[in-house]
């Protein structure tokens, strides 16, 4: 069994009246790709926003590699290397792209001078499949495009574990396959993986375990296939009456 | 001096200043401007009744009404020509272009009316109740500068106008989704803004000595009721202007006149800092 | 980033004022000095309004304060040159000090905030009586030379410091301080979350921004060999730096330098021949550079100014 690298301990965060996250307790593995599922405003991106010190937890607390990094800010999350993608994309919109990626390398990745910066920049948007760009400002990019700047970007900052928030969304399916691999090449290089999708195809595609969260809380967990019949998510997902329809079909 | 005569003061000062600062609150709550025109606007306001008093003997009331509507067209024709076109501008751009339009009309006041401090002299007398004495003018002031904001609260409340003022600064594009012309009611909330500013200055004129080198001055308490009382709000301007009377009239009993303005200024910091919404807070015009 | 020609340019523009007072009358010196002097605030400026976005008034607040303690330094004895690494000094700390507070405002209400401290500071000094001598203001011994020397010595002292700032900004501009500045001011968010500590990022930016105006402020004093608080912490001159940068351009290394010698020049022929409306006119170049010119001069482009004067809807927002 390979160590953990990131554990979760009860962690919650409320905007209000609303408890975006609720009691969730998860641990990740070195090297695994893990799915997070849930229908949509589950706390999914709460919750990424709370590991990286975006907002503070109102308990709970945050292990990294062994360490509590509960009270971290988010640039100290992002030189640790436990990295995330925006799942509303945030380029430097005047910088060029390879800018924007060497950004991530300089100021994340410790990559000590701009020049080797910007070589490094280079060569994560080969990767990627952005290099016929590099040299555009990322506001004229296309909404594809500035996912994958956000992916490269994330990258640059040479993660230990990477948060994948829908950084598949709007892509069509041919795109999508290419992005698939994209992120198993990424996870056999050793980095840990969280992706965040509503796209099934995607999660199951990759996942080797999955997470589903539901009003904040964590309703499932377990291999992709035993998670899509618990009949939890399926009410969570189609609501109770589909759900319901969908057991008298199976049974009878 | 006594406690009740200190009260007393602070808030018919405050009073004033809530009148002086609710259309600064507007243009910037609406708009997201900072429009430095607001202090010349003020003085402005408080020339035009002077000198219809001093030259031609109208009564104050009576030329307030006309001042206000005039002002309304001047701020409607500024932001209609000049700010509406950079009005999604950075901070600096905006401020630096009403301060530029401030430079202007500041010299045109000061050639026109000369530096001498003015004010219309009512001679009503003083009123004293339980041990307190108030000028009459002073009172009288404070009655029509509530009454004024007062009536902006209800026109924005139940006015088309209004409600489409709030609407605009809810959400600008669902607002022209809906039909309502933005730039005109963006000129129309700065008019608004302008009116205010030329009423209040009718009413210091009343009350207080006006010159041009008072610009700045008022400027400043705007800032200071604003952050305060918090942006954006009728009842927001009201309370940081009482606040703001209140801070000035305890701390100049206390440390002198001299530093009541300084206190003022460390209390906005201080709440800047601690609570940036201020004492009422909330967003959306009401 | 700057250029070679731009460094070309810049060096020839060092030459042409520092030797003014050898073709040129004290005028002309006098505004050489002025000119130097507006470009090492307008430089500092640089740093915090150009480089990070955040638009700060409190430029004046460190003026003063660099020539008051400057000047009361040299009251008590202490050499003038000491007194103005003195003021550097207490500038710097005060600015960082109140960095760590102030920079947690953003947009206007950052800008309220520095405004606020510019008239804290001028209201404090005012009525500091027994130190400052309060509205009365303070006097400074003189240096005893000619005046031609005085000039020449204060005209070298600025352009010192206009060439220390500008090194600064070409550095900065290079260095991961300034590309960190960069993403700050784009989407500050964003920079927080590719590792910038943006919190300390924009507190170095901000001490920069005040150093050299404080040391300029104190060189100033002993220059003019008398303060007071309304005209050492005008509320004028803090707008009028930031207009500088912008009429030169933003966030560019050579902008703040055009635009303070534009300003300066500008602004001593609207004294000189209109006296009354100086003012006003001043107030017109705003309104006009906003209109025409918001890149600064640097980013002309004389197409667009056509099309605007023809009356073509579309100013860059
Ligand atoms: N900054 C915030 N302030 C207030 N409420 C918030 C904030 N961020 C999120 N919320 C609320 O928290 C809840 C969870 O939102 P979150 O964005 O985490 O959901 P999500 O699972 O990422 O949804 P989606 O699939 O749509 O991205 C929602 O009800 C949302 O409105
Ligand atoms: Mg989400």
């Keep these: 069994m390979s160590e953990e690298i990131l554990r979760l301990e009860s962690l919650s965060k409320s905007f209000g009246g609303i408890r975006a996250v609720n009691d969730v307790s998860l641990s990740l593995k070195k090297g695994e790709i893990v799915g997070l599922i849930g229908p949509n405003g589950a706390g999914k991106t709460t919750l990424v926003n709370v590991i990286t010190g975006v907002h503070p937890a109102d308990a709970g607390t945050v292990h990294f590699m062994g360490e509590n990094v509960t009270r971290q800010r988010p640039y100290q999350a992002a030189r640790r290397g436990l990295c995330r993608t925006f799942q509303i994309v945030q380029p430097f919109p005047e910088n060029s792209v390879l800018d924007n990626v060497a950004a991530g390398a300089v100021f994340g990745g410790a990559v000590p001078s701009l020049k080797q910066a910007r070589e490094r920049a280079m060569d994560l948007l080969e990767f990627v499949g952005l290099q016929d760009v590099a040299s555009q400002p990322a506001s004229a990019l296309t909404l594809p495009n500035r996912k994958r700047l956000e992916l490269a970007k994330s990258l640059a900052m040479k993660p230990k574990v990477l948060m994948l928030d829908e950084v598949n969304a709007g892509l069509s399916s041919g795109e999508i396959d290419g992005a698939l691999d994209l992120i198993r090449r990424i996870a056999e290089q050793g980095v840990t993986i969280l992706i965040i999708e509503h796209l099934m195809k995607v999660v199951l595609g990759v996942s080797e375990r999955i997470v589903v969260l539901d009003r904040g809380a964590v309703i499932a967990e377990g291999p992709p296939m035993e998670v899509v019949k618990d009949e939890r998510v399926i009410e969570a997902y189609l609501g109770s009456k589909y759900a319901q329809r969908l057991k008298e079909k199976t049974h009878g | ?286 | 980033m700057i250029t070679r020609t731009g460094l070309i340019l810049f060096a020839i523009w060092v030459v042409i004022l520092a030797t003014t007072p050898l073709h040129a009358d004290n005028y002309i010196v006098r505004t050489a000095i002025m000119i130097s002097m507006y470009s090492v605030l307008a430089l500092s400026w640089n740093f915090i309004g150009g480089f990070t976005g955040y638009p700060s008034f409190a430029t004046v607040a460190f003026f003063g304060l660099g020539a008051y303690v400057g000047a009361i330094a040299q009251r008590n004895g202490v050499p003038m040159v000491v007194a103005w690494m003195l003021a550097t000094i207490v500038v710097g700390a005060f600015a960082a000090a109140l960095g760590s507070i102030l920079l947690r405002l953003k947009g206007h209400y950052f800008a309220i905030g520095s405004i606020a401290v510019v008239e804290v500071c001028r209201l404090v000094i005012s009525s500091w009586r027994s130190v400052t001598g309060g509205g009365d203001g303070l006097n400074i011994p003189l240096l005893r030379w000619s005046p031609d020397d005085v000039a020449i010595f204060f005209l070298m002292v600025m352009l010192v410091l206009m060439i220390i700032v500008f090194a600064l900004n070409a550095f900065v501009s290079r260095h991961r301080l300034g590309f960190g500045l960069h993403c700050i001011r784009q989407n500050e968010d964003a920079a927080d979350m590719v590792g910038i500590n943006t919190t300390l990022y924009k507190v170095i930016a901000f001490t920069l921004s005040a150093l050299f105006v404080g040391t300029a402020g104190a060189a100033y004093a002993s220059w003019v060999g008398y303060i007071d608080p309304t005209d050492s912490f005008s509320i004028l001159m803090t707008v009028k730096v930031p207009v500088m940068v912008l009429l030169g351009g933003a966030g560019t290394v050579l902008g703040p330098v055009i635009g303070a010698a534009s300003f300066v020049v500008l602004e001593e022929i609207f004294w000189s021949n209109f006296l009354d409306w100086n003012r006003a006119i001043l107030g017109m170049v705003i309104v006009f550079l906003i209109f025409f010119l918001p890149g600064g001069l640097l980013r002309v482009s004389f197409r667009k100014v056509r099309d605007r004067l023809k009356g073509r809807e579309g100013v860059a927002t």
């Design chain 2, 1 to 286: 001096m006594d406690i009740g005569q200190i009260l007393v003061n602070g808030l018919v000062l405050g009073a004033l200043y809530a009148c002086l600062a609710v259309g600064f609150s507007l243009v910037w709550g609406v708009l997201n401007v900072i429009n430095m025109l607001h202090g010349s606007f003020i003085v402005l306001g408080g020339y035009l009744t002077f000198f219809a008093w001093h030259s031609f003997g109208i009564h104050p009331l009576v030329s307030l009404p006309f001042v206000a509507l005039l002002l309304f067209g001047i701020g409607y024709l500024v932001q209609y020509l000049f700010v509406n076109k950079v009005v999604t501008a950075p901070v600096l751009t905006t401020l630096t272009l009403t301060f530029g339009l401030d430079m202007i009309l500041y010299n045109i006041m000061t050639v026109f009316f000369s530096a001498t401090p003015r004010r219309v002299t009512l001679d009503l007398g003083t009123l004293s109740f339980f041990g307190i004495t108030m000028p009459v003018d002073r009172l009288f002031g404070m009655a029509l500068a509530l009454a004024l904001t007062g009536l902006l609260y209800y026109v924005m409340r139940k006015s088309r106008i209004g409600r489409a003022i709030v609407a605009v600064r809810m959400d600008r594009a669902a607002a022209t989704l809906m039909g309502i012309r933005v730039n005109h009611i963006y000129a129309i909330t700065f008019g608004v803004g302008a009116l205010m500013a030329g009423a209040a200055g009718a009413i210091f004129a009343m009350v207080f000595p006006i010159t041009t080198n008072l610009t700045g001055m008022y400027i400043g308490k705007a800032f200071v009721v604003c952050v305060i009382g918090g942006l954006g709000s009728v009842p927001g301007a009201l309370v940081g202007g009482l606040a703001l009377g209140l801070i000035e009239s305890i701390s100049g009993h206390f440390f002198g006149p001299q530093h009541s303005l300084t206190v003022g200024f460390l209390v906005m910091l201080f709440i800047l800092l601690v609570k940036p919404t201020g004492l009422v807070g909330k967003r959306g015009y009401e």
